[in-house]
């Protein structure tokens, strides 16, 4: 397809520069302009309608046009448009949300910071675990263990612990502090004949090999996504959180949750943390707390955790650290309501309740011949496709995504797989809708 100078696709490759992409072949072939949506549908810039089977960026739990997020936003705009939350300085949006959040959360925490992405939550949850082991006279204590195939982000320190090739080559990360375990996915790393229960001892015990290694005097924090999201959709074996908090309680190392995707009922609680049986020191959340309508997250933390912060600000006199947007008023009033329309919905519980026709859809699906086996929990899934005949890796999977598109459905490919995220509002019919087009577009590339 040619693409006119002067129209949107045009003017898009002539002037902005997109993150997670190939620059060269977004030069060359351009882009897809989502001008609007409603419900679970994105509508193109050609009148095409697509059910959004990512939420967006595993993100929009509300789906798009809810009115009730923008009226929100309007009326904060109207009264409150922007303010800082810096020094003696706060407002109402901040605490209200800040509130609720402790009220929610799945172990009791003390106190909430608010940032304004996933990474920058895990950049600032990083700082402050070094900031903590500072104040406790413990300067060697410094080291973070991510996990392979973990995602946190892309900023210095959250990329650093996410333990994906793609966001540390050639921008000089990881940094040093950072080490990384064993990704727990029983179906890409057990080895031949080895049971899950082996699989999960085995990669226990790598764990445990790492902390002794490293020395635990040298080790902060641990960092997981209770499911892996964007490394794949890769959900733990059974007993895997049990034994990582056992080994993690034994060296006295925190444990920072990361439910930037699973937080706020993707998987069937409210949040993830409730599922696994996970306790953390730091949770750390994004996306669903505003369906990303206006950018926010939020870092909790528990008493244990906060209280030798404050003492180290108290020392030093300033917790040095702020944003401009931190706990901006709009963001965090959007964020209030949409946590509000999710109980009031009782969204949670539609995941829970679709969770079986999702996984047994998505199952069905991995008997196809292009498919390998599929994967999930609650509204987060992902089917394994196998190389083409002499193909390259994840050929398949970026045929399929494509052909997908054709047929009406927005999915993410992450290696061999298609990921599946999509909006909590979902219903069984569409549920039946988006499997039916995936489906359709296997059958094309097959
Ligand atoms: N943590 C997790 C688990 C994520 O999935 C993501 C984004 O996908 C992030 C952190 C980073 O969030 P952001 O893209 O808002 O910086």
Redesign the pocket.
Known sequence: MTIKPNSVEGRDIAYQMHPNVNLRKYERDGGLVIESGEGIYVTDNNGKRYIEGLAG???VALGFGEKRLSDVAKAQMDKLPYYHTFSYKTHGPSVDLAELLIKLAPVPMSKVHFT???????DLACKMVWYRSNALGKKDKKKIIGRVK??????IA?GSI?GLPRNHESFDLPLDRMIHTSCPSYDHFAKEGESEAQFTARILQDLEDLIEREGADTIAAFWG?PV???GGVMVPPDGYWEGVQKILKKHDILLVA?????GFGRTGTMFACERFNIEPDVL?L??QISSSYM?L?AILMNDNFYQPIADESDRLGVFGHGYTASGHPVATAVGLENVKIIMERNLVANAKALEEQFLGRLKDLAAHPLAVSSRGVGLLGALELKPFDDGQPGDAAAAAQVACEEEGLIVRNIGEALCFCPPMIITSEQVDDLFDCVARALERVA
């Open positions: 960026l595993w993100s304004s992405s996933g990474s920058e939550a895990n973990g995602y946190h982000g892309v900023t959250a996410t996504e892996m999201g964007a990361d439910e930037v995707i699973c750390v994004s996306k950018p997250s």
